[in-house]
Every structure is written in structure tokens, then in C-alpha cells.
């Protein structure tokens, strides 16, 4: 699929400003997609949208279809008639700048059991309608999500495989006495899904008719502790209990001397193939009525992918095994048409893996903090890039590029940098934008961080790091007339 020539933000919905500790799906989303318009912006980019469990991360989450009812916006809830504008008179002192998760899942606990009290007691009629035709819609994923995440909860928040023998083997007539003692919180986790949906699915209207299209992320693994892999334990490589017997993971290399142990559990691509690739064709179709452009993450794991036997401590034993290759693509393809997806291609890079891209003319990823570590023959320069790629000043994984410059890089990347740029490295992170988008690059990125000249205390992510992640927030009032007159000019000068 061919892309237009645009440039746009990275800004994950967590990071939005707001009074609720989270950012979340109310006036403020609606708000930075306005700025986004004002700036000549076309393109927003978001991380996963999944409910978030264990670290926060939304790499980590409990289903590949449901949304996070986290990201639910309270304010839309009284507007329509499912709370009181008295519910959201004593909040906790929520900090601006971060997520403090504990509290903020406490509290979004707490409102939503509310909202379904309300609701079952016949407030916003109007909404149930709407709320019956998504349960039908939605039921292939719908229901064994609500089952789960009631029984999760019935369990103390406990590992599904730390259920009843007879519920982690899905023994129908314990599934069925389950749905029936449990019908309630079933219910309740269908309505969160169904106020998800909407709430979300009328900020991306808003952002469409605006002219934005929505980047979102499919990661290629799921997590082991997910609605996914309990419903369709068929799919993966598990024992007879339901442990995985191979895991996920990157072999060690320049940036770790025993790789990373990633623990995702493994697919039975065989199996898959089998049926078509069925589950796969549902989760693209079910992200792409979220998104408008996927990037797929980890893309070497569908050329081949590092198998590790569970139960190792580092991610130094195991093999490379063969993916689905372009037989998946090629059924994806047939099935939904053209692909509007960005291949992640960061990390070792293998002649097939780039074979794979390229005959299905997927756009790679160029990340400019990557650039400087080499020569001027770095494929991360862009003098080096193809039309068909991506390319970031850095991304969620990375730190910020006010941080980069001041720690992370070496002395000689810092040089280089600045005799690349011809500029003295004191407003290096708009120096790294302007390269982007000035670049023949399609689509050009840039993290809100990066253009809010933030240093590493904003950083999104640091992998490897168990806690303190995902936390990063900005305040309303950094959204000024004259940055977005900034991006504007950029994106004018630029043709973007």
C-alpha cells in the first residue's frame, strides 16, 4: 500500500492532560486532535489500546481486542446520564505530570462498578440499544473477555493457570456454572468494553473528519495471562496444564549479553495455517476499526523467531524458527485487502526479513537516534532512505532526544550529529524534526516529548526496566499557539 507524503505526533492517550490521574477519551483528546489540525498535522500515532495489566505496559495486555477502561473518560459518562456530576466532586489528589496506576485503577474501579449499578437501575436508556447490537457484534471476542476478566477477578487477580483444573481446561459445564454465578461482573466488564468503544470510536470520527488518520500497533505476541491465549489455548505451544513449553524472545547481542526473555507465549503457526489464520484475520480486522494505519511490531518474528523452552532464566538458549512468511500475508491480503502497514524492522535485520517487507511494499521504520553511531553510509540517514519508510527522531522505547544528546549518546555521535545537522546541538531535538520531515521519507514522526523539548525525566518507556514506565503525561498549557505555528511552518515548508 502506497502512503501520502505526512508528518504527525506520537502520543499515546494515557499521556493526555486531565484531572482523573489518566489521560482519557474527554474534552482533552478532542482538544490535541484540534491542535494536531491547527498544526498541519495528518498522522496521530498511539501505542496499543488494550486493557493494560502487570507493569501497565500496553504490550502486556489481557486481550488483543478489548480496549482499556482506564482510558474511559468520566466527564462523557455524566454527559450521558450514567453518573452525576456529583460523583466527580472528590477525586484524589491525582499527580498532573505522571499515571500513578495504583490509585488511578482504584479509583476508575470504583466509578465504573458505579456506572453499572446506574445503568442497571435504568439510567441512560437511550444507550441500550446501542449496547445489545455491540454484544451481538462483538461476541466472538466479547464474551470469553468478560468470562475471563470476571473469573480473574473472582480469583484474587490470580494467573488463569492458577484456576480450578476444570476452568483452565474450559470444561463446558464449568465454563456454563461460571457464566451463571458470575453473570453480573460479566455484564459489567461487557458494558466497560461497549463505553470504550464508543468513546474512543468518536475521537477517531473527530481525528478522521479532521483529516488525521490514527497509527496504532498490533505487537505480533500476546500475553501469557490474557483472554487470548485461555480461549484458544489451541493456538499456542502449552502443556496439557496450560504452561507454555516455548516462549518469546530476542537472542543476546551488542545491547545484552543474554538477550531478552521476553515470555510471551508461542504460536502453533501450523495450526493457524490451518484454519486460515482465522484468529489473525479477526485481530487485524478488530484494529483496524480502531486505527487507520498499523504498525506491525517486531516484524522479524513473522520471517522467523527466536524459540526459547520455558523455564530458561535468560534468553541465551534457544533457536530460530521459521514464521508463516509471506503465505500469511498473502492470505491476510486476499481477505482485507490492501494492507495499510508499517513493518518494524528495528533490531537485527536479515536479508529475508527485508525480502518479506519489500514484496509486500510495507514501509520500514528509520529511527534518527539511531544515525549517528557509524559512517555516512548508515542506513539510518536520511540520505539513505527510500520513499517507503517511516522515520521517527525517536520512539516510545527510546529516550527522549533532548535526553539522547545529553546522556545516552557517545561524544562522537554527538559530533557527528551536529556536523550532519550543521547546527550546534543547543535545539536538537527541533534539529531532529526538521531532518524528518524535511527527509523524502512518506511519513515522518516525531514523540510529543520531542517537540515539547522535554529531557529524559519525560522518557515513555525504558525496556528492561520492571516498573516506572508508561507514567509520562504533559500539561494543557504546553500546547501553545506558537508551537503549533512551528509544526505548521514544518509541515508547509516541508509538503507535508
Known amino acids: 500500500m502506497t502512503f501520502s507524503r505526512a508528518s504527525g505526533i506520537l502520543l499515546h492517550p494515557t499521556s493526555l492532560p486531565g ?206 495471562d490474557s483472554a487470548d491465549v485461555w480461549a484458544n489455548p489451541g493456538l499456542f505451544y502449552l502443556d496439557e496444564g496450560g504452561q507454555s513449553t516455548a516462549v518469546a524472545g530476542v537472542p543476546p547481542d551488542y545491547f545484552s549479553a543474554t538477550g531478552q526473555l521476553w515470555g510471551n507465549p508461542l504460536y502453533r503457526w501450523d495450526v493457524l495455517k490451518q484454519t486460515g489464520y482465522a484468529w489473525w484475520i479477526e485481530r487485524f480486522r478488530a484494529t483496524l476499526a480502531f486505527v487507520d494505519i498499523v504498525r506491525l511490531d517486531h516484524f522479524r518474528g513473522f520471517e522467523a523467531y527466536w524459540e526459547i523452552p520455558a523455564g530458561m532464566p535468560t534468553a541465551e538458549v534457544g533457536q530460530w524458527v521459521k514464521g508463516p512468511g509471506a503465505d500469511f500475508f498473502t492470505v491476510l491480503q486476499s481477505v482485507l485487502g490492501a494492507l495499510p502497514i508499517i513493518a518494524e524492522d528495528l533490531g537485527v535485520i536479515t536479508p529475508e526479513m527485508l525480502a518479506l517487507r519489500d514484496q509486500f511494499s510495507l514501509p520500514g521504520m528509520k529511527v534518527l537516534q539511531f544515525a549517528f553511531s557509524a559512517d555516512a553510509a548508515d542506513p539510518f540517514l536520511p540520505h539513505n532512505y527510500p520513499h517507503n519508510c517511516v522515520v521517527y527522531s ?88 506558537v508551537l503549533r505555528d512551528r509544526l505548521k511552518e514544518l509541515a508547509t515548508l516541508y509538503a507535508r
Open 394 to 481: 525517536g520512539t516510545h522505547d527510546n529516550d527522549t532526544t533532548q535526553g539522547w544528546y545529553a546522556g545516552t549518546s557517545t561524544e562522537r555521535e554527538r559530533d557527528f550529529a551536529r556536523r550532519y545537522l550543521g547546527r550546534d546541538g543547543r535545539d536538537i531535538a527541533w534539529d531532529f524534526i526538521r531532518l524528518a520531515f524535511a527527509s523524502v521519507a512518506d511519513m515522518a514522526v516525531a514523540p510529543l516529548q520531542d517537540v515539547l523539548n522535554l529531557g529524559a525525566e519525560a522518557r515513555m518507556n525504558l525496556p528492561g526496566r520492571p516498573s516506572g514506565n508508561w507514567g509520562w503525561r504533559y500539561q494543557s498549557w504546553r500546547l501553545t499557539d
Open 19 to 224: 484531572r482523573f490521574g489518566i489521560g482519557d477519551l474527554g474534552a482533552e483528546a478532542f482538544r490535541w486532535v484540534d491542535f494536531l489540525a491547527g498544526a498541519g498535522q495528518k498522522l496521530w500515532q498511539i501505542l496499543p489500546l488494550g486493557p493494560t495489566g502487570y507493569g501497565d505496559s500496553p504490550y502486556q495486555c489481557f486481550s488483543a481486542f478489548a480496549g482499556n477502561p482506564n482510558l474511559i473518560s468520566p466527564e462523557k459518562l455524566v454527559e450521558d446520564g450514567l453518573l452525576s456530576a456529583d460523583d466527580l466532586s472528590m477525586l484524589p489528589a491525582f499527580p498532573a505530570h505522571t499515571v500513578d496506576y495504583g490509585p488511578v485503577i482504584q479509583y476508575k474501579l470504583q466509578m465504573l462498578d458505579k456506572v453499572y449499578a446506574n445503568f442497571r437501575r435504568g439510567a441512560a436508556g437511550g444507550l441500550r440499544a446501542g449496547f445489545e447490537a455491540f454484544k451481538d457484534a462483538h461476541a466472538s471476542w466479547l464474551d470469553d473477555f468478560a468470562l475471563f476478566m470476571a473469573l480473574k477477578e473472582s480469583h484474587g487477580g490470580a494467573v488463569w493457570s492458577a484456576w480450578e483444573p476444570e476452568l483452565v481446561s474450559r470444561q463446558p459445564a464449568a465454563l456454563a456454572a461460571a457464566r451463571a454465578g458470575l453473570a453480573e461482573a460479566v455484564e459489567s466488564q461487557r458494558l466497560r468494553q461497549f463505553l470504550f468503544f464508543r468513546q474512543w470510536g468518536a475521537v477517531k470520527a473527530h481525528a478522521n473528519r479532521a483529516g488525521i488518520q490514527v497509527i496504532g500497533d498490533i505487537p505480533i505476541f500476546v500475553a501469557y
